[in-house]
C-alpha cells in the first residue's frame, strides 16, 4: 500500500487540545493552584494587566483588590516552567479609550518584563472589548490571537484566527442561567470534533470570591483530573502561545508530492510573530513506525504510533523544507 503524508490537525498529532489561563496573572495562584498544575503536568497561561505588574490589585470594586500582581520576575518563573503570558490590557478598562495604550504600549511592557513576545491579547471585563475595531487594532499590534469570554471550544479549521473561545471553569455562569460547574464541560464536545478547550478563570481558592469568577480549588483539580482521565495520550495539554503557533502553521502550510515518497513544504503568509516553526505529520498506509525512514531536510526523524493506525513525526520546518519518507533500507531518493 503507497505511504501518503498529511499535515496533523494538532502537534504531536494529538486528537484534541486543553489550555487554561488566568487573568490577571496573581501571585496568590502559588498557593493551591500552581501545585495542581505540577501534579498534572499541564502547562498554564496568565492574562497580565501590564499597568499593575508588581503591585497590589486596588481596582474599583474588584473582587481581588488586595491580592498582587505579578512582577516581571514572577512572570518569568512561570515561563520557566513551561506557561505563557498574554496581554490583559494596560488598565482593565475600555480597550477604545486609548488603543494606543491599552493594547501596544501594555504589550511592548509585558515583553520588556518577560523577555520574550507576547502574542495573545486577553479582552478584559467583558466582549465589549472585543469589537471588530479592537480586532483589527490588535491584527496591526501584531497580536495572533484575542480570548474573549465566551463558553465553547475552539474549532480546529475556523477561518478567523484571532477570535478565540474560552470555557468558563466557574461555580456559577452565568447571572442570567446559572449554569454550575461541570468536571466534563465541552469535554465529549471536543473530542468528537477534535477541538481545543480553553479554560478561562482567575485564582481559585478553597471558597472562591465570587461564584461568577472562579471554582474552588478542590474542583480545579477535580478538572485537571477529569481532563487527564478522558484525554489519556490523545489529548495535547498546552500553552496556548504554542497552540496559536501551532494553528497559524498548520492554516499557511501545505504539502507538494514532488515523487513517491518525496515531498516539500509549502508555506506562505505566516505572520512574522509567530514563534515556533513545527509541523506533525501524520503517515498512513504501510506505516509500522519501526519500518518508517523518515528524513526532513536530511536529518533523520523517528516517527511514533498515531490513533487509527498511522505514525506520526513532528520537525521545525520552513518554507521549502524537504520531507522524504520510504519504508526499508534507506536509500536517499
Not at 23 to 33: G, H, P, S
Not at 288 to 316: C, K, M, R
Amino acid at each position: 500500500m503507497k505511504l501518503s503524508l498529511s499535515i496533523a490537525t494538532w502537534k504531536y498529532d494529538k486528537s484534541w487540545v486543553y489550555s487554561i489561563t488566568y487573568d490577571e496573572a496573581l501571585v496568590e495562584l502559588d498557593q493551591y493552584v500552581i501545585p495542581n498544575h505540577l501534579e498534572f503536568g499541564i502547562p498554564g497561561h496568565v492574562e497580565v494587566v501590564a499597568g499593575h505588574m508588581g503591585k497590589i490589585r486596588e481596582l474599583g470594586q474588584s473582587s481581588f483588590n488586595g491580592f498582587h500582581h505579578r512582577s516581571g520576575e514572577e512572570l518569568r518563573e512561570l515561563i520557566d516552567m513551561g506557561w505563557g503570558v498574554g496581554c490583559h490590557s494596560w488598565s482593565h478598562g475600555m480597550v477604545m479609550d486609548d488603543y494606543e495604550r491599552e493594547l501596544l504600549k501594555s504589550k511592548e511592557t509585558i515583553e520588556e518584563a518577560i523577555g520574550k513576545p507576547v502574542t495573545i491579547y486577553t479582552a478584559p471585563g467583558s466582549n465589549a472589548n472585543m469589537t471588530d475595531d479592537i480586532l483589527a487594532k490588535a491584527r496591526e499590534y501584531g497580536y495572533l490571537g484575542a480570548f474573549g469570554i465566551s463558553d465553547n471550544i475552539n474549532y480546529p479549521d475556523s477561518d478567523d484566527l484571532l477570535w478565540m473561545n474560552r470555557v468558563a471553569l466557574h461555580e456559577l455562569f452565568s447571572s442570567t442561567f446559572h449554569s454550575v460547574y461541570d468536571p466534563y464541560k465541552r469535554i465529549r464536545q471536543a473530542q468528537e470534533n477534535h477541538g481545543w478547550i480553553a479554560d478561562y478563570c482567575h485564582c481559585p481558592l478553597p471558597v472562591p470570591l465570587h461564584m461568577y469568577k472562579d471554582c474552588t480549588a478542590d474542583h480545579h483539580r477535580e478538572r485537571f483530573a477529569t481532563i487527564t482521565a478522558e484525554g489519556k495520550a490523545e489529548c495535547w495539554y498546552a500553552n496556548p502561545d504554542d497552540v496559536v503557533d501551532y494553528r497559524y502553521m498548520r492554516h499557511h502550510s501545505h504539502l507538494e508530492e514532488e515523487h513517491p515518497g518525496k515531498y516539500r513544504v509549502r508555506i506562505d503568509s505566516l505572520p512574522e510573530q509567530v514563534q515556533l516553526h513545527h509541523l506533525t505529520f501524520r503517515v498512513e498506509g504501510n506505516c509500522v513506525p519501526e519500518a518508517l525512514n523518515v528524513h526532513v531536510d536530511g536529518i533523520p526523524v523517528q516517527a511514533v504510533p498515531s490513533y487509527g493506525g498511522a505514525a506520526a513525526f513532528t520537525a521545525p520546518v520552513h518554507d521549502g523544507t524537504t520531507i522524504l519518507v520510504k519504508t526499508g533500507v534507506w536509500r536517499p531518493l
